[in-house]
């Protein structure tokens, strides 16, 4: 028979971060289905910079070396900017996105534990607003074998218009754009599957998969990832059930773009995110309302990055706000 006291064993940084690691590998594993060797590229190369930025900075700023870079938190950020750019961005790219997140989103705040943005988001806002043709420049599924994707990533030549495709939400934004385009009519096009862009479709569910994983071994609670995708679902179901021509279902907004990285991986962050129960649902719920506004109206056809920093902004608010009374103590 099981007696009491129970007591639960210390959780690390380093433990947390090598189950978000884990909870990725199904993700990484569908993208390279998908796209090809790119995608793992684009990882090492994040992973690289990262780790040479941090040691750097831990060094410039007399940290343990050893203590900081072992405790994983550099390399999850890492592995979301790979996963986030295009398979066959140049490699510049992605190694100055990764080295301005590690530096100037982390550690210029304080470091781990300081920062009041998420570092990956801030690294892939960063490059969209300044690289934004290079960060659309996605090939289709199958299309390149791995030389000519480690030409394009280590070569000069990006004549790659005839080799890269929208993804679904630019598609469908696009689309909508021409003469008497409806939802229904631009959803029947090569791009677009069951419920979300073709083949994109398997990379939710990969990331729906890791998340659950998370959810099980409690490194994330259910508050950020139900309200996120609740609010965005009913938001685009609303919309949807009102002009069906206009606006897409709440499955399509759901299962494409980084709707479900956001929910499991993104928002979730310990640091940059709301802490307090009743402040996990409010800010994720702005999140998906934003997400929804970007997406319909706004430049960018996915809205997951600019929302999260949007909302970071608001977490010292809510956290505020949303503080449950001191036990014994009546609240004010």
Same mark, same amino acid.
């Given at each position: @028979?099981?007696?009491?006291?129970?007591?639960?064993?210390?959780?690390?940084?380093?433990?947390?971060?090598?189950?978000?690691?884990? +909870?990725?590998?199904?993700?990484?594993?569908?993208?390279? !289905?998908?796209?090809?060797?790119?995608?793992?590229?684009?990882?090492?190369?994040?992973?690289?910079?990262?780790?040479?930025?941090?040691?750097?900075?831990?060094?410039?700023?007399?940290?343990?070396?050893?203590?900081?870079?072992?405790?994983?938190?550099?390399?999850?950020?890492?592995?979301?900017?790979?996963?986030?750019?295009?398979?066959?961005?140049?490699? !510049?790219?992605?190694?100055?996105?990764?080295?301005?997140?590690?530096?100037?989103?982390?550690?210029?705040?304080?470091?781990?534990?300081?920062?009041?943005?998420?570092?990956? %988001?801030?690294?892939?806002?960063? %490059?969209?607003?300044?690289?934004?043709?290079? @960060?659309?420049?996605?090939?289709?599924?199958?299309?390149?074998?791995?030389?000519?994707?480690?030409?394009?990533?280590? #070569?000069?030549?990006?004549?790659?218009?005839?080799?890269? &495709?929208?993804?679904?939400?630019?598609?469908?934004?696009?689309?909508?754009? #021409?003469?008497?385009?409806?939802?229904?009519?631009?959803?029947?096009?090569?791009?677009? #599957?069951?419920?979300?862009?073709?083949?994109?479709?398997?990379?939710?569910?990969?990331?729906?998969?890791?998340?659950?994983?998370?959810? +099980?071994?409690?490194?994330?609670? *259910?508050?950020?990832?139900?309200?996120?995708?609740?609010?965005?679902?009913?938001?685009?179901?609303?919309? !949807?059930?009102?002009?069906?021509?206009?606006?897409?279902?709440? !499955?399509?907004?759901?299962?494409?773009?980084?709707?479900?990285?956001?929910?499991?991986?993104?928002?979730?962050?310990?640091? &940059?995110?709301?802490?307090?129960?009743?402040?996990?649902?409010?800010?994720?719920?702005?999140?998906?309302? %934003?997400? *929804?506004?970007?997406?319909?109206? #706004?430049?960018?056809?996915?809205?997951?990055?600019?929302?999260?920093?949007?909302?970071?902004?608001?977490?010292?608010?809510?956290? %505020?706000?949303?503080?449950?009374?001191?036990?014994?103590?009546?609240? &004010?």
């Amino acid at each position: @028979m099981i007696n009491s006291p129970f007591l639960r064993r210390p959780t690390s940084v380093r433990r947390v971060m090598g189950e978000v690691l884990l +909870a990725l590998l199904p993700a990484l594993a569908v993208y390279v !289905w998908l796209f090809g060797i790119g995608v793992l590229v684009q990882v090492l190369i994040a992973s690289t910079a990262a780790l040479v930025a941090e040691w750097v900075m831990l060094t410039i700023l007399g940290k343990p070396r050893a203590l900081f870079l072992g405790d994983l938190s550099a390399l999850v950020s890492a592995v979301l900017i790979g996963l986030a750019f295009p398979p066959i961005a140049p490699w !510049w790219l992605v190694f100055t996105a990764t080295v301005l997140a590690i530096v100037i989103a982390k550690h210029l705040y304080g470091g781990l534990g300081q920062n009041p943005f998420n570092p990956a %988001m801030v690294a892939y806002a960063l %490059m969209i607003v300044s690289f934004p043709a290079l @960060m659309s420049q996605w090939p289709g599924s199958g299309q390149l074998d791995a030389a000519t994707q480690l030409g394009l990533i280590f #070569g000069s030549d990006r004549v790659v218009d005839a080799i890269t &495709s929208a993804t679904p939400l630019d598609a469908l934004r696009t689309g909508l754009h #021409g003469a008497g385009a409806s939802v229904a009519s631009v959803l029947k096009g090569h791009a677009f #599957g069951v419920l979300g862009g073709r083949g994109w479709e398997w990379i939710s569910l990969a990331y729906l998969a890791g998340g659950l994983y998370l959810l +099980a071994r409690r490194i994330i609670t *259910w508050h950020i990832p139900v309200a996120f995708l609740g609010v965005l679902a009913a938001i685009s179901a609303i919309a !949807w059930l009102a002009n069906p021509q206009s606006f897409a279902t709440p !499955w399509f907004h759901v299962a494409s773009g980084g709707a479900l990285l956001g929910a499991f991986f993104i928002l979730t962050d310990p640091v &940059s995110g709301a802490t307090t129960p009743r402040g996990k649902l409010l800010f994720a719920a702005g999140a998906a309302l %934003m997400t *929804w506004i970007i997406r319909t109206w #706004g430049a960018y056809p996915d809205g997951v990055a600019f929302a999260t920093l949007l909302m970071n902004l608001c977490v010292p608010l809510i956290d %505020m706000k949303t503080q449950p009374p001191v036990f014994g103590h009546k609240k &004010s």
